[in-house]
């Protein structure tokens, strides 16, 4: 049978499982019994007689490194008792040790007096303290202290105390207790309630939720209610996948009564399962609040994932109010938005009595409200875009090109965020880190390419700007094109040529060496006149959208190449940039963000994700604010005329995309569109399929692209996703 991973305690690459049972999910407390609370927070859901809890004798923290001091070199009690507080004030617990009477050491030994100290530091969430020593006769027996700590938690904490001082057979000691610590502690321990806001939504842009408090379904197995373990078992084993060793240890040691929580489902659960379970005396299932993702794989990379705190991040969390156990966005808008969607945690920080019932409140802070992101995303388009990619390795990418809101942002393969609140198997685990498909990886962000012959709108742009053509410029195609002396030959798409071409249709008909004679003649004018205007599309750098990681893309000139190759620049080097090949990569989101430019008539917008950000009260506590990234070259006509070839792209007869049906009919009426094809050599048997289009051509509301990994001819493979996703926006967007 396959493992199976407790939800949660996902957070690739790392393996590392909490065993643990959150009772309080997301704001909404379930309150069972207090013993039952207890034993959730430190007892993994069960507890043991052994139990071991932060802030209590014999919990595991580390050791410090001895302290240095000399007893016998403290000849009053003042002495004693200060150096106690210097020491406490420099976290030397082992020293702190050393100062203890014979009759205090006989009731804790020095690695629980230590691990008792750091417990507590850890559970107050401690990151600073200052004790002073009070004023009193040196002789005295009994020193007061004032003790300020700072917790990351519910702030200051202050207290007056006493620290004790006895005479020993070499000298004065300190008479030590557990109340040396916290007044009133005793034989308790410092225990955090918190009190956790229910984390808020990730919104499209029409409300529709991406990530939400909904409900699972936990099948679980309340101990007292088995009739028949081994059947049980065995039954179990066979309905979850998993194997009986791993379902008794998830149960064993509740009491009878409890309900002890085995393996989440999403809500529905599958009626024939529902009905296996129904049979099995001692199971039962529960609805219960959690973090829901209602797109599921289709908006992954977008949204990201949570997990919880590791051991390892913990040191620096808890000083922004995180414990173990605690939930953490892990990518996407899940990280991004933390600070607003986690809200401000609250609790109490409380002595407990070995009863178990409360002594003392230390301190305590209200928790505020979560706050809601709202997103550009139109969840139509993202499903759509989604359904349209299926289960090609690619991307898709819809921009609003008179803002940059992003529309629709599909990444493939991609995962489910829900497994990581519902549980993984191994199978699920080792998908999820295939180094191969890398389904966590952004490939619309975080993946640049060769683009083909989408890149011919910038060596077309450049021919008008820098070398004065126009659309009636003629030019030869050829089937093929070399330098003079040089034995290299690139070939056109059509292997007899095209004849000779206007401009115009030499992008409508994506003549390959009509562009690379273009590109001769930039280079000779100046080598840096293409690589120039490509930048001015946005390639070579950044995006700067600021929700998602990304990658830069690579424009090569003469200073990258020296540089970076260690070599110097070629006039072919110029004829691979003129078609988007060579050492050129950008990825599918730069490469849609320059096709909005062109749309919108030549302003480059810096892409987003997020609207705005609104908390429960309705005041706004983000709002984005578009920013311009630049200004395309060129006229108001030059940039008209290459819109106008690339609507013709795909409905003229001698476009390259007039046969895909493009500019259909949608819903009765028709909406022009422009676009280009791109077919991208890979270094493998099948190129990269490219298609970058934009819909209304004149006043466009958007711009897209689709991008097939390998996929084989643009026109072939990617223009009729991307005509999928155009319908999803006029079908959503009448």
Same mark, same amino acid.
């Given at each position: 049978?396959?493992?199976?991973?407790?939800?949660?305690?996902?957070?690739?690459?790392?393996?590392?499982?909490?065993?643990?049972?959150?009772?309080?999910?997301?704001?909404?407390?379930?309150?069972?019994?207090?013993?039952?609370?207890?034993?959730?927070?430190?007892?993994?859901?069960?507890?043991?007689?052994?139990?071991?809890?932060?802030?209590?004798?014999?919990?595991?923290?580390?050791?410090?490194?001895?302290?240095?001091?000399?007893? #016998?070199?403290?000849?009053?009690?003042?002495?004693?008792?200060?150096?106690?507080?210097?020491?406490?004030?420099?976290?030397?617990?082992?020293?702190?040790?050393?100062?203890?009477?014979?009759?205090?050491?006989?009731?804790?030994?020095?690695?629980?007096?230590?691990?008792?100290?750091?417990?507590?530091?850890?559970?107050?969430? %401690?990151?600073?303290?200052?004790?002073?020593?009070?004023?009193?006769?040196?002789?005295?027996?009994?020193?007061?202290?004032?003790?300020?700590?700072?917790?990351?938690?519910?702030?200051?904490?202050?207290?007056?105390?006493?620290?004790?001082?006895?005479?020993?057979? +070499?000298?004065?000691?300190?008479?030590?207790?557990?109340?040396?610590?916290?007044? =009133?502690?005793?034989?308790?321990?410092?225990?955090?309630?918190?009190?956790?806001?229910?984390?808020?939504?990730?919104?499209?842009?029409?409300?529709?939720?991406?990530?939400?408090?909904?409900?699972?379904?936990?099948?679980?197995?309340?101990?007292?209610?088995?009739?028949?373990?081994?059947?049980?078992? %065995?039954?179990? *084993?066979?309905?979850?996948?998993?194997?009986?060793?791993?379902?008794?240890?998830?149960?064993?040691?509740?009491?009878?009564?409890?309900?002890?929580?085995?393996?989440?489902?999403?809500?529905?659960?599958?009626?024939?399962?529902?009905?296996?379970?129904?049979?099995?005396?001692?199971?039962?299932?529960?609805?219960?609040?959690?973090?829901?993702?209602?797109?599921?794989?289709?908006?992954?990379?977008?949204?990201?994932?949570?997990?919880?705190?590791?051991?390892?991040?913990?040191?620096?969390?808890?000083?922004?109010?995180?414990?173990?156990?605690?939930?953490?966005?892990?990518?996407?808008?899940?990280?991004?938005?933390?600070?607003?969607?986690?809200?401000?945690?609250?609790?109490?920080?409380?002595?407990?009595?070995?009863?178990?019932?409360?002594?003392?409140?230390?301190?305590?802070?209200?928790?505020?409200?979560?706050?809601?992101?709202?997103?550009?995303?139109?969840?139509?388009? %993202?499903?759509?875009?989604?359904?349209?990619?299926?289960?090609?390795?690619? *991307?898709?990418?819809?921009?609003?090109?008179?803002?940059?809101?992003?529309?629709?942002?599909?990444?493939?393969?991609?995962?489910?965020?829900?497994?990581?609140?519902?549980?993984?198997?191994?199978?699920?685990?080792?998908?999820?880190?295939?180094?191969?498909?890398?389904?966590?990886?952004?490939?619309?962000?975080?993946? #640049?390419?060769?683009?083909?012959?989408?890149?011919?709108?910038?060596?077309?742009?450049?021919?008008?700007? +820098?070398?004065?053509?126009?659309?009636?410029?003629?030019?030869?195609?050829?089937?093929?094109?070399?330098?003079?002396?040089?034995?290299?030959?690139?070939?056109?798409?059509?292997?007899?040529?095209?004849?000779?071409?206007?401009?115009?249709?030499?992008?409508?008909? *994506?003549?390959?060496?009509?562009?690379?004679?273009?590109?001769?003649?930039? =280079?000779?004018?100046?080598?840096?006149?293409?690589? +120039?205007?490509?930048?001015?599309?946005?390639?070579?750098?950044?995006?700067?959208?600021?929700?998602?990681?990304?990658?830069?893309?690579?424009?090569?000139?003469?200073?990258?190449?020296?540089?970076?190759?260690?070599?110097?620049?070629?006039?072919?080097?110029?004829?691979?940039?003129?078609?988007?090949?060579?050492?050129?990569? #950008?990825?599918?989101?730069?490469?849609?963000?320059?096709?909005?430019?062109?749309?919108?008539?030549?302003?480059?917008?810096?892409?987003?994700?997020?609207?705005?950000?609104?908390?429960? +009260?309705?005041?706004?506590?983000?709002?984005?604010?578009?920013?311009?990234?630049?200004?395309?070259?060129?006229?108001?006509?030059?940039?008209?005329?290459?819109? %106008?070839?690339?609507? =013709?792209?795909?409905?003229?007869?001698?476009?390259?995309?007039?046969?895909?049906?493009?500019?259909?009919?949608?819903?009765?009426?028709?909406?022009?569109?422009?676009?280009?094809?791109?077919?991208?050599?890979?270094?493998?048997?099948?190129?990269?399929?490219?298609?970058?289009?934009?819909?209304?051509?004149?006043?466009?509301?958007?711009?897209?692209?689709?991008?097939?990994?390998?996929?084989?001819?643009?026109?072939?493979?990617? #223009?009729?996703?991307?005509?999928?996703?155009?319908?999803?926006?006029?079908?959503?967007?009448?």
């Amino acid at each position: 049978m396959p493992g199976y991973r407790s939800p949660y305690s996902q957070r690739p690459p790392s393996r590392n499982v909490i065993p643990k049972i959150v009772m309080s999910v997301l704001g909404i407390t379930v309150v069972v019994l207090a013993v039952f609370v207890l034993a959730d927070r430190f007892g993994g859901g069960r507890l043991l007689s052994n139990t071991t809890i932060p802030g209590a004798p014999g919990a595991p923290t580390a050791v410090a490194s001895p302290g240095t001091v000399s007893v #016998a070199a403290l000849s009053s009690p003042r002495d004693v008792a200060g150096t106690y507080v210097n020491l406490w004030n420099a976290g030397d617990y082992t020293s702190m040790y050393g100062l203890l009477s014979a009759t205090s050491k006989q009731h804790i030994s020095q690695p629980d007096f230590v691990k008792r100290y750091q417990g507590i530091d850890q559970e107050v969430g %401690q990151t600073s303290i200052q004790v002073t020593l009070g004023n009193t006769s040196s002789d005295a027996l009994r020193f007061p202290i004032h003790v300020v700590r700072q917790s990351s938690k519910v702030g200051q904490l202050t207290e007056d105390n006493a620290v004790p001082i006895v005479r020993d057979n +070499d000298g004065y000691r300190v008479e030590w207790t557990p109340s040396l610590i916290f007044a =009133d502690l005793g034989d308790g321990f410092v225990h955090w309630i918190p009190d956790i806001p229910q984390r808020g939504r990730i919104l499209d842009r029409k409300g529709r939720p991406l990530a939400h408090l909904g409900t699972i379904d936990k099948v679980g197995v309340v101990p007292g209610q088995i009739k028949d373990e081994q059947a049980l078992l %065995q039954q179990l *084993s066979q309905a979850l996948g998993m194997t009986a060793d791993q379902i008794k240890a998830l149960y064993s040691g509740g009491q009878p009564d409890w309900f002890m929580p085995i393996k989440n489902f999403s809500d529905p659960m599958d009626p024939k399962l529902l009905q296996q379970l129904a049979g099995i005396p001692g199971v039962t299932v529960q609805k219960w609040p959690d973090r829901v993702y209602p797109a599921g794989p289709a908006a992954a990379q977008i949204v990201g994932y949570l997990s919880q705190v590791t051991a390892d991040e913990l040191p620096k969390l808890s000083k922004q109010g995180y414990s173990a156990g605690d939930l953490i966005g892990r990518a996407g808008l899940e990280s991004w938005g933390e600070q607003y969607l986690r809200g401000k945690l609250g609790g109490r920080l409380v002595i407990v009595g070995a009863d178990g019932q409360e002594r003392k409140t230390l301190g305590q802070v209200k928790s505020q409200p979560a706050a809601d992101i709202v997103t550009t995303i139109d969840l139509d388009v %993202q499903m759509a875009a989604d359904k349209a990619l299926g289960n090609k390795t690619g *991307s898709v990418v819809v921009i609003d090109p008179n803002t940059g809101a992003i529309l629709a942002m599909v990444s493939h393969p991609t995962f489910d965020p829900n497994q990581f609140i519902l549980g993984m198997s191994d199978q699920d685990w080792a998908a999820l880190n295939d180094p191969n498909n890398r389904p966590l990886v952004n490939r619309a962000t975080q993946v #640049a390419y060769p683009i083909g012959s989408t890149f011919k709108i910038v060596t077309t742009l450049a021919g008008m700007v +820098d070398l004065g053509m126009n659309p009636n410029t003629t030019i030869s195609c050829p089937g093929s094109f070399s330098l003079p002396g040089n034995s290299q030959v690139w070939k056109d798409w059509s292997i007899t040529g095209q004849g000779t071409l206007t401009l115009h249709n030499a992008l409508v008909q *994506s003549c390959d060496t009509a562009m690379y004679q273009i590109g001769v003649r930039l =280079d000779e004018k100046g080598r840096n006149l293409l690589p +120039d205007m490509a930048k001015a599309f946005g390639f070579g750098a950044a995006s700067g959208i600021p929700e998602l990681p990304e990658v830069a893309g690579v424009v090569p000139d003469p200073t990258w190449k020296l540089d970076t190759v260690k070599d110097g620049w070629a006039t072919g080097d110029a004829v691979n940039l003129a078609i988007g090949q060579g050492y050129f990569l #950008a990825t599918p989101l730069q490469v849609a963000n320059a096709y909005a430019a062109l749309a919108n008539g030549g302003t480059l917008w810096q892409p987003y994700l997020v609207q705005e950000v609104d908390a429960l +009260d309705g005041s706004k506590l983000y709002t984005h604010q578009s920013k311009q990234l630049g200004k395309l070259p060129g006229t108001s006509d030059q940039l008209d005329a290459i819109r %106008q070839a690339l609507k =013709d792209v795909v409905t003229a007869p001698n476009g390259t995309a007039a046969g895909l049906s493009i500019a259909h009919p949608f819903n009765g009426e028709t909406h022009s569109v422009g676009g280009k094809t791109g077919t991208a050599e890979s270094g493998q048997t099948q190129p990269h399929a490219w298609f970058a289009s934009f819909s209304p051509v004149e006043g466009a509301k958007f711009a897209s692209v689709a991008m097939v990994e390998h996929g084989g001819e643009g026109g072939d493979v990617a #223009a009729p996703i991307d005509r999928q996703v155009i319908d999803a926006y006029y079908t959503a967007n009448p």
